[in-house]
């Protein structure tokens, strides 16, 4: 078990100034451009796969670092350059990720190699879990998968939504309800390879923030997959439910669903990418404050500036901290007591919104136009409280946690 420690090794450092020129030199040039085309910016995406950044080795790397350091560093690094393309980079890695937490060593073998391409011809893959009536409340779930066993295929049918890359993404991850009656315990996860018939895209959401990420609908009908597209494979899931009706029986534990296993592996990643668009807000709101002038003298001069810029800067830190703590413990098998991964979402993406605020404060009519970044950040920053749980999920997961009562 690696020690906790609030300082990179050198060769972290190294990954960290590799992302960091990377998102300078090549995100951050095209940011506002795809902002407002509101398109996937394949040359970006490819020149990251050229040099290494999207690929399945990278992120091996980093998911398998044992400071648990190595995600939330590249995380807030590429989210410093810009969200909706930095998103649109990594957005492959919900789906990566689920395979990981539910898949056989095989389907992560075959399937994740899929989601990326090459450099030549990158590929992109979804992870598809909420859908219009169930969001955070996923024991609504509609999206029903049914096991034809004469043929070995599971027929899916339902409706996705909200879903990064969905429709044009090679390999789809759905979660899917197999037995309605065990509620969120009846879900299981489904690869649908590239071009399953019944698989389309729906509807194209056009977006407040991170608009350089595609962000759509995805419609199943009745799209067939083979029984080992099942993540998992099919006597776990049979076993798994087993134990799930056995525990409604008798009032036992919770049984964790296979959104959630991902979801919960993937909090801390998404405080990092708060974390790093609202630093990048700081900065410039920093640099303009020590440069722009009012009333002969920098407007870092006022307390009223000077403040603010205190606070912005507490509040990363602490949301960094909180950030590291959870994933040092998660890559090293400590849990959960007391929602530290919820902990830490709550806490950077709330802080991004404030923090991105803050900074067109500073700007003042300047932070409102386009000509300056921090307009865009702050429109970004607004998804933080929103995907991969509110944050009103988030405290009531917290506050479930330490009391032990079924708050709601």
Known sequence: MAEFTMELNDEQKEVRDWLHGFAADVIRPAAAEWDEREETPWPVIQEAAKVGIYSLDFYAQQYFDATGLGIPMAMEELFWGDAGIALSIVGTGLAAVGVLANGTEEQIGTWIPQMYGDPNDVKVAAFCSSEPDAGSDVASMRTRAVYDEAKDEWVINGTKTWATNGGIANVHVVVAVVD?????????????????????????????GIRASHTAEVVLDDARVPGSCLLGGKEKLDERLARAR???????????????????????????????????????????????????????????????????????????????????MAVNGKPFTAAEGSMSKLFASETAKKVTAQAIQILGGNGYTREYPVERMHRDAAIYTIFEGTSEVQRLVIARTLSGMPIR
């Open 180 to 208: 309605p009656e065990l509620g969120s315990k009846g879900h299981a996860s489904f690869i649908i390879p590239p071009g399953t018939p019944g698989l389309s895209q729906g509807q194209k959401f056009k977006k407040h």
């Open 246 to 328: 056995e525990r409604a029986k008798s009032g036992g534990e919770r049984v964790k669903n296979a959104a959630m296993a991902t979801f919960e592996a993937s909090r801390p990643a998404v405080g990092a990418m708060a974390v790093g668009t609202a630093r990048a807000a700081y900065e410039v709101a920093l640099d303009y404050a020590r440069t722009r002038e009012q009333f002969g003298r920098p407007i870092i001069d006022n307390q009223g500036v000077a403040f603010q810029l205190a606070d912005m800067r507490t509040s990363i830190d602490a949301a960094r901290l909180l950030v590291w703590r959870a994933s040092w």
